[in-house]
């Protein structure tokens, strides 16, 4: 099987949010954590100590009514390339227990190689990865329902948003036993598209053309992948992250919110 | 009671005096191991860190002791590289402080990472991109070196050196400690270079990303730097405490006017470097990735444009004036400001590039991020702050620490007499 991932076409699988869809219902967030076994407190009241692999964020452009104006920005992991796949948080893993996929795009986080050190999060500007600071308890009975194909991480450990990987290995295991090496688009999704009752997020291969999130985002892979859709942004852009996350949205203070300007500066 | 492991010519305390005070110390640490044991025992949920703060106290506390630490390798490097003659009557205690900084550091580095049995990850599957991953192979590395350094000095105490063995071994020790010296400066350099480089290459924090030379960031540079100008003043600010606290003089005073006037230059230049820095990053790096100079230094309670006056101008510009010029250096209380301003220096610097770097918002749609220790942070910070005190009590009361104790006591006494 190695032998043939070797011949197949390198992906680099991404996504598109589409902000004018979103309603901020939270969807994408819940089947993110039950999709993964993302483990829960009593209280989550913190949100600096919960885990949401997914977080919907909630922008408004400070004006008064009847400007005032608001817009929900769900934030998964970006799975930056950054330069020839240094991802901020890559690079900096002195363990190399995070690791960036050339066959996917995918950043990867082994959880039993993690060793706690957070220099990751340190380095990740998007606030993406999450620290177990307590071991996972679930209610009781909660274990059965529990997905057999996400290990659930320990205390002491990074985990962050896997582009919902265990599915795209699933979808490559049944190819292979169907004789096939390439994936159909609808084959491998994350659960964050599917929950989406907008469809807002769009998820697929930025490298296939025939891929809807290439067709919306226009990537331009020449320059970093920046988008030519002139509504398309990614965030933070300018520090040179190359996120794999692009969003959409008709509004100019949306996407300016994407990046930092400096004063006078025009975005 | 225990005279005969005191060396022999110098005077200490009584044996009860020293038992009370490190039981006094004892117990400090006591309840830093407490809090040691509970976040071991319990995790990291013990401390006020969160995941907009994976870096907090910890790592500071780890940066700061290195860098305070540095007096150990700069000190060897001018004793034994460039034959800095005089040196040798403080670089046993420069070794000593040096042994106390980075022993703290590997502790609480073990205590700062979540799965602390996994810690030896870092060497078995090393990345080697990683600033962290030279760290930990240059400080393990450099603190063999500080053992090692460390080791002829507790076999000068009286009794071991009756041992013919221990006595020839520390002797031929002495005979090859240039080797380590030069080998401890040569790890140092990465190491305190590393700790820079651990900050400067965080290209998603403009906060801290600095541009530089090849792999390495200019903070790369300028930790190396700061360590070697910040490290002498620590070591010759905790020879002048030792000193009020034994009430004798243990080290003559051209040897600290010496370290003070190297340091001086060393500070002197790295404050220049530092502001060089500074102004570049605030004026190309920073808005290059849009912010303005200020975006750091405002709306928030804590971290003001006075920050960076303290680190740059009273803690670098006015001690490089004190310790570059004779006068500065002549005055007793001028000389002892200038080297706990050095010393604060580079605490406030490391404490700057650490906190502030997790504290700055990147997100436009988030704020700053506020944190304050938890009990068992400051208690395992403090840990090896009462553990520094008792090693340096117990080397100081049984080891030849200080070469020119016996003969300074001598002469005192000599002119009392005459």
């Known amino acids: 099987m190695k032998e043939q991932h070797k011949h197949t076409k390198a992906k680099k699988y991404g996504m598109v949010i589409d902000l004018d869809k979103c309603t901020g219902c939270g969807a994408c967030m819940a089947a993110c954590m039950a999709e993964n076994n993302v483990s829960f407190k009593k209280d989550e009241s913190d949100k600096l100590l919960s885990i949401t692999w997914m977080r919907v964020y909630k922008l408004t452009n400070g004006k008064k009514f009847p400007e005032a104006d608001i817009c929900y920005l769900p934030r998964p992991c970006m799975h930056c390339e950054g330069d020839h796949g240094h991802a901020p948080c890559v690079s900096v893993c002195p363990a190399t227990a995070t690791d960036y996929s050339h066959e996917t795009g995918i950043v990867s986080q082994i959880y039993t190689r993690c060793f706690g050190c957070r220099y990751c999060m340190a380095a990740c500007p998007y606030h993406a990865r999450y620290f177990n600071w307590w071991d996972p308890v679930w209610p009781d009975g909660m274990e059965k329902y529990l997905s057999p194909n996400v290990s659930p991480r320990m205390r002491g450990v990074v985990e962050k948003c896997s582009f919902c990987f265990h599915r795209y290995q699933l979808a490559m295991d049944k190819a292979y036993i169907e004789g096939r090496r390439e994936l159909e688009e609808d084959e491998y999704q994350t659960s964050c598209t599917q929950a989406c009752p907008a469809d807002a997020i769009i998820f697929g291969d930025l490298n296939n053309p025939g891929h809807a999130v290439t067709q919306i985002a226009k990537p331009d892979h020449k320059h970093g992948g920046r988008p030519m859709n002139p509504n398309a942004f990614r965030l933070l852009e300018r520090l040179g992250t190359n996120p794999k996350v692009y969003y959409l949205s008709s509004r100019r203070w949306v996407r300016r919110a994407g990046d930092n300007y400096i004063k006078d500066e025009r975005g | ?418």
Request: aromatic share 16%; charged share 10%.
């Open chain 2, 1 to 418: 009671m225990d005279s005969a492991l005191i060396p022999e010519g110098v005077k200490r305390c009584s044996f009860g005096k020293f038992i009370f005070w490190l039981v006094i110390f004892g117990a400090v640490l006591l309840w830093g191991i407490v809090a040691m044991l509970l976040c071991w025992f319990k995790g990291l949920n013990q401390t006020n860190m969160n995941d907009a703060y994976g870096f907090a106290l910890w790592i500071w506390a780890d940066l700061a002791v290195i860098a305070v630490g540095g007096g150990a390798f700069f000190t060897g490097l001018l004793r034994y590289i460039f034959g800095k003659d005089e040196l040798k009557n403080i670089i046993n205690f420069a070794v000593l402080i040096g042994f106390i900084c980075y022993s703290s550091a590997l502790l609480i580095l073990a205590i700062d990472i979540g799965q602390p049995l996994r810690g030896w990850f870092i060497f078995w599957h090393a990345n080697v991109h990683s600033m962290l991953t030279e760290v930990a192979f240059c400080l393990s590395c450099y603190f063999a070196v500080l053992t090692i350094e460390y080791i002829p000095l507790i076999l000068e105490n009286r009794q071991i050196d009756r041992v013919p063995f221990f006595h020839n071994l520390s002797h031929n020790m002495h005979g090859v400690m240039a080797i380590f010296a030069a080998t401890g400066a040569f790890l140092s350099f990465f190491h305190q270079g590393s700790l820079g480089g651990v900050a400067g290459v965080l290209f998603g924090r403009p906060f801290a990303f600095r541009e530089g030379v090849f792999i390495w960031p200019w903070t790369f540079f300028l930790f190396t730097w700061s360590a070697a100008a910040c490290g002498p003043c620590f070591t010759i600010l905790i020879t002048w405490i030792t000193e009020k606290i034994t009430k004798k003089k243990l080290v003559r005073k051209n040897v600290i006017m010496l370290l003070a006037k190297i340091a001086g230059w060393m500070l002197a230049t790295y404050t220049i470097a530092k502001i060089i820095d500074t102004w570049y990053w605030a004026t190309v790096t920073a808005p290059a990735a849009g912010h303005n100079f200020m975006d750091f230094y405002s709306n928030n309670p804590l971290y003001g444009i006075w920050i960076l006056v303290l680190e740059i101008v009273i803690c670098g510009v006015i001690p490089s004036i004190i310790l570059i010029t004779k006068t500065g250096r002549r005055y007793s209380f001028l000389l002892v400001g200038a080297v706990f301003l050095g010393a604060l220096g580079a605490c406030v610097n490391r404490w700057v590039m650490v906190l502030q770097v997790m504290a700055v918002p990147v997100l436009t749609f988030e704020s700053w991020f506020m944190y304050f220790p938890s009990w068992q942070e400051i208690a395992t910070t403090i840990l090896p702050v009462a553990y520094g005190i008792m090693l340096i009590m117990i080397s100081y009361r049984y080891l030849p620490i200080f070469p020119q104790e016996r003969e300074i006591e001598e002469e005192k006494h000599a002119s009392i007499f005459v």
